[in-house]
């Protein structure tokens, strides 16, 4: 947020011949740099087996939101919860109507 009322910032000065146009592309080529690292420490701390590390990195809050997982890997845990080596061999075994009734009937009472 700070960010971006800082370019917003610039771009006023710039319009109002208040810095000029070096200035103003230092600030944006610096500002693409912070978001290239922030970009960086997302996925660091996404990925990251380590909570903690993610934690401070991003802080509690941001990385609980980091944890939310797709579909596909919803399913994949639900499979092997199942006792399924992955997705594939569950619906092999079950066929996909199964397999899909079964994962929704166990996991719409879950908010992931």
């Known amino acids: 947020m700070e960010l971006n009322k800082k370019l917003f910032s610039t771009l006023e000065d710039l319009e109002n ?5 070096k200035k103003a592309q230092a600030v944006a080529n610096l500002s693409a740099e912070i978001n ?3 970009k960086l420490m997302f996925q660091v701390a ?16 941001a990385v609980e939101k980091t944890k939310e997982k797709d579909l596909f ?9 199942e006792g399924f080596k992955d997705v594939a061999s569950a619906i092999a075994k079950l066929g996909r109507p199964e397999f899909e009734q079964q994962f929704e009937d166990e996991t719409q009472d879950f908010k992931y």
Do not use: M
Request: proline share 0%; net charge positive.
């Open 17 to 21: 011949d208040k810095i000029d146009i």
């Open 36 to 38: 290239k690292n922030a």
């Open 73 to 81: 890997q919803r399913k994949y845990e639900f499979a092997q919860s």
């Open 46 to 61: 996404k990925y990251s087996k380590n909570e903690k590390f993610g934690n401070l990195l991003l802080g509690d809050e």
